[in-house]
């Protein structure tokens, strides 16, 4: 079902990287469902965290542990996201990195728990630690789209992207990253996994500053079904193995630039391979006083389920895009200098439906897999731009049947 | 679909209030799709409308012609909710008024128009005013069933209900409301249509104070699909035939409680013919700082598609109401307090899954078509209670295909 999307046919290693994969079948036997990441001693590690109050088990640990400002390892399992699972759910968290620690010889509190799955089941610990035991062995470089493919769920595209920068001197550093996640898919943050490495050498605080700037137009503007997860987080790691970079560096901004453009493939995979989706829709709100209601009237646009069920049909009921933009939550807001169009077919200009606007040119666009709707607010100048996806049938079989 | 709710067998006449039923095959023909509406001319009129920015054309008209504060007729269209016309649905809807008013010999500014249906296309204007002015002839205050009934759109089941209200000295007072709605269904205001009347003699502006008492418990705390209607509103008619009530007199609790309780059933009405509902559930939000933090909870695990999806499957995936629980905009929200119950099966307690939960129990009430979702945020002692449907494929198929 996933629109426009096909596996990675190449995801460069990095060096200082190392995945090994596993079989722990914590939710069902016959697929890996568990990935280590091994990091240089010379690496340096930033993370984004979920939002939600109740941030699983998992996010508490690796929050603690990323704080204390050496990282060594990534742990991942999917299957089970050790959400709703209390004291018990920590320290079998901790029980994990234990193993992990005792694997590749480091310290528990060096390694980073992440768990996606089913909320509020209990970790199989004791299978998921027999088959830690076998990852250290396991180690290569080379085989990012296997830990794609391990940390998948209700995913049916394994993701992921790979950037080369030139940071001058004809240098270059690469990045790779991968991702998971289709379904409670909103932004705030980060509502699905996402692992990037770079071999760059890059101080902690320096690659955290990166990291931010690159999800405000990656992972913070997607939304699947305006659930934000329990568990998400997006981690970047700097190898040291390669070229040094810092704000100051002649390169700097590139490298930036090749991060965020790496992390919006990434999120914008995850909008395509979202849960039941049949189109792969850009929102692009201009005219708006800043950027806090750009986005609100963008979101509450790409969770209406109305607009979302017309986007499904290829049906151009306007009227429901209207609708859902004079309930986003924006002060003192007119509709008479509003205007709506789907890529370049015009329909609603100052705030009325335009004389020349056919229904036959916006059904043309909304029978494409992919298109824009365009809002203009018409009452300032800045603009937010957010991906998202229809709501279909296969939505509600997917997250009717999910644990059946 | 709907969910325990049949057509009602008796709505009892309101004197001084007398409708009347056409059809002007607005959408298609076959079905009656205007009603009239005539009041005594001692009636007093207060009405509650949409929030949404984009209200639409007759709407705008209605709040116009009921500041004026001289009533005498309402006149409603099912078929097309004349929104998202621009200035010439405005005319649209004036002209409406305009044959109601030479139909019932009133002025044009005494007419309030409502119209529900597809947003976006104009009023058949020439239809309906033929149709309108058959309706003078066929006033009678016995046929709310059949009023019910023409405002009817992706409905299944006309709504209505009557109460009879003692206020004291062996005087009665009667009220009969019917209502409309299955699909844009969310608060603040009013996300349908609502046309209540009462033979009892009160002055504007204590019918207003009455209705607005009646809305947060009814029409406020209802949610299908979380979509703000660009056309909604509740309307109180008192037709000052019977009883004269103030707020000073001994009758008057009564008769607000009374209002409540009939507009709380038919705002649950709407709720049981939510579009593809089929589950019928009460969120009650205890342990709250404040009301707007309770509710605030209740529509976040209301609107959310995944507890909604899994509501559809009866499957207690009760962490997705923690999940939803968790993002709700609540300031400095702690989970270490939370419970969250099915009916009396108790889950969740200090924010962690109770050791005597057994799953078993949770899939009963979850099979049932009505039951509870009971959340404790521990932090206070207010609450709001509020009435949300599931999410089915039919939900997506009436979307879908609304306008083939």
Chains 1, 2 share one sequence.
Not at 176 to 196: C, Q, V, Y
Not at 339 to 355: F, H, K, M, W
């Amino acid at each position: 079902m996933a629109v426009n999307l096909s596996a990675p046919t190449r995801l460069a290693p990095i060096a200082g990287a190392e995945w090994a994969v596993g079989e722990a079948a914590i939710k069902k036997p016959g697929r890996n469902d568990m990935a280590v990441l091994k990091l240089a001693d010379t690496a340096t590690v930033a993370g984004v965290f979920t939002q939600n109050a109740f941030a699983a088990a998992p996010v508490r640990v690796a929050q603690r542990h990323s704080a204390s400002g050496r990282v060594r390892a990534l742990l991942i399992n999917s299957g089970n996201a050790n959400a709703g699972t209390g004291r018990r759910g920590e320290a079998d968290a901790l029980a994990c990195c234990e193993s992990v620690a005792a694997a590749l010889s480091i310290e528990a509190d060096e390694v980073l728990p992440f768990s996606t799955g089913v909320i509020g089941q209990h970790l199989p610990v004791e299978r998921m630690q027999a088959c830690i035991a076998t990852l250290g062995a396991r180690l290569t470089s080379d085989n990012w789209l296997d830990a794609a493919q391990a940390i998948m769920t209700t995913d049916t595209v394994p993701k992921g992207a790979t950037r080369s920068v030139d940071i001058g001197d004809d240098t270059c550093v690469t990045l790779t990253g991968i991702s998971k996640g289709s379904g409670m898919i909103r932004p705030d943050m980060a509502t699905m996994l996402a692992f990037i490495a770079t071999d760059a050498a890059i101080d902690a605080d320096a690659l955290d500053k990166a990291l931010r700037a690159a999800m405000q137009g990656s992972f913070n503007a997607i939304s699947v079904d305006g659930d934000t997860s329990t568990n998400d987080a997006c981690i970047a790691c700097a190898t040291g193995t390669g070229a040094t970079l810092a704000p100051t560096s002649p390169g700097w901004s590139a490298f930036v630039d090749a991060l965020t453009d790496l992390a919006r493939e990434l999120a914008q995979a995850i909008v395509r391979d979202g849960e039941g989706a049949t189109r792969f829709i850009t929102l692009d709100v201009t005219g708006a006083r800043d950027v806090d209601e750009a986005r609100a009237v963008a979101f509450t646009v790409a969770h209406s389920p109305l607009v979302k069920t017309a986007c499904f049909a290829g049906d151009p009921n306007w009227g429901r895009i209207l609708a859902a933009v004079g309930r986003a939550p924006v002060q003192a807001f007119s509709i008479d200098r509003v205007a709506i169009a789907l890529d370049d077919v015009a329909i609603v200009s100052d705030g009325e439906p335009r004389d020349d606007y056919a229904e036959v040119d916006a059904a043309a666009v909304m029978g494409q897999s992919e298109y824009t709707i365009n809002i203009d607010l018409g009452r300032g100048d800045t603009s937010a731009r957010i991906w998202t996806s229809d709501l279909s049938y296969e939505y509600v079989r997917i997250n009717a049947e999910y644990r059946s």
